[in-house]
């Protein structure tokens, strides 16, 4: 992610939520923000501490490229998040809705769409939504699949 982009997350987080942070590195280490100091163009300027330890304080640049992820400490209700960084920009990005969310009329599309196509083209799809919406696609299509076979079996 480039640097304006770590920019724009860290100011919609309001600035006594920073201490609830903790900014994980390409490298997997952990650092507890206590605050941000500077935003450079390049990097950024942080107090804080090296999770499992107890010297805080410490300062750190950290180049916007080595930043992995940055993570709540503490659970966060999602409404509680979703208020914090205010209304999604509007562009091309459709959200898509929870597993065992009601179904919309375009999911329900797709739908029809892969079963007709062999339902390869909604394996691929889910597959790149995430490893949990995935695991839900494959389970859901070898259901589909038995419930088919059962059907189509002759009855003894």
């Keep these: 992610m480039q640097g304006a982009a770590w920019v724009g997350i860290l100011r919609s ?4 939520q920073h201490e609830k942070l903790v900014l994980i590195t390409g ?5 507890n923000l206590q605050g941000v100091l500077r935003e450079e163009r390049d990097y950024l300027l942080i107090r804080g501490r090296l999770a499992a330890s107890t010297e805080a304080g410490r300062v750190f640049f950290i180049p916007y490229d ?3 992820y940055l993570a709540f400490r503490e659970g966060m209700k999602e409404a509680e998040v979703l208020a914090m960084l205010g209304p999604a920009p509007a562009g091309p990005f459709v959200a898509r809705p929870a597993p065992g969310a009601p179904e919309t009329a375009q999911a ?7 079963s007709e196509a ?3 083209t909604g394996l691929a799809t889910s597959l790149n939504r995430g490893p949990q919406n995935a695991k839900a696609a494959l389970l859901e299509r070898l259901r589909r699949s038995r ?7 002759p009855s003894k």
């Design 13 to 16: 987080i309001p600035t006594e």
């Design 27 to 31: 490298d997997g280490t952990e650092i």
């Design 66 to 68: 080595q930043i992995n």
């Design 108 to 114: 329900s599309a797709e739908k029809d769409t892969d």
């Design 118 to 120: 062999g339902g390869a």
């Design 147 to 153: 419930s088919q076979e059962a059907a189509k079996a």
